[in-house]
T-cell receptor, first 113, second 114 residues
């Protein structure tokens, strides 16, 4: 069965520092997608970044990058130069097959000024 | 503006009183899903739909029903709500298979069942 694990319930980081949010996954299917979503206190889900299992290079989107280590089954999110507005809940998710998307428990990130 | 809308945004109801949460998308997406979010559990899929008249169970379907009579709409029905269905509900849609492409989420519906 698919499983996503986020081991950091909460993280505190100083503004302008880089931060890495951990995500490990478990699947036996060779084809899958990995996602990160941000949920600010207002509640909406915001798509950040996507990595396909066959992608050779790590995905990047502005200040967000995904450190994809396939052999270790990890897909950590790296946020460079953190900002106060990055304070939110972050969810890692894995998609497999046509319809299913499985989410981790989330990591609450707090950026301190 | 491309979006997924949900109504109502907030709902307080009593045990056993049937309710429907509507979901509509204007992006002509094939795939739609419902999730519930509970503290410490992340989001869990309730039901999903690959196209009109095609629906299937997700991980936590008990106590819920869905229908997909039109491409744009995917209502979530609670025939007899119970307190354990108190949660934050999200509808989502995607053009291509949800497992491999970005999903667009609605704003969420916070449901309280007393």
């Amino acid at each position: 069965a698919q499983k996503i694990t986020q081991t950091q319930p909460g993280m505190f980081v100083q503004e302008k520092e880089a931060v890495t949010l951990d995500c490990t996954y478990d699947t036996s299917d060779p084809s899958y997608g990995l996602f990160w979503y941000k949920q600010p206190s207002s509640g909406e889900m915001i798509f950040l970044i996507y990595q396909g299992s066959y992608d050779q290079q790590n995905a990047t989107e502005g200040r967000y990058s995904l450190n994809f280590q396939k052999a270790r089954k990890s897909a950590n999110l790296v946020i460079s130069a953190s900002q106060l507005g990055d304070s939110a809940m972050y969810f890692c998710a894995m998609g497999q097959g046509a319809q299913k998307l499985v989410f981790g428990q989330g990591t609450r990130l707090t950026i301190n000024p | 503006e491309a979006q997924v809308t949900q109504n109502p945004r907030y709902l307080i109801t009593v045990t056993g009183k049937k309710l429907t949460v509507t979901c509509s998308q204007n992006m002509n997406h094939e795939y739609m899903s419902w999730y519930r979010q509970d503290p410490g559990l992340g989001l869990r899929q309730i039901y999903y739909s690959m196209n009109v008249e095609v629906t299937d169970k997700g991980d936590v379907p008990e106590g819920y029903k869905v229908s997909r009579k039109e491409k744009r709409n995917f209502p979530l029905i609670l025939e007899s709500p119970s307190p354990n269905q108190t949660s934050l509900y999200f509808c989502a849609s995607s053009l291509y298979p949800a497992g491999l492409y970005e999903q667009y989420f609605g704003p969420g519906t916070r449901l309280t069942v007393t």
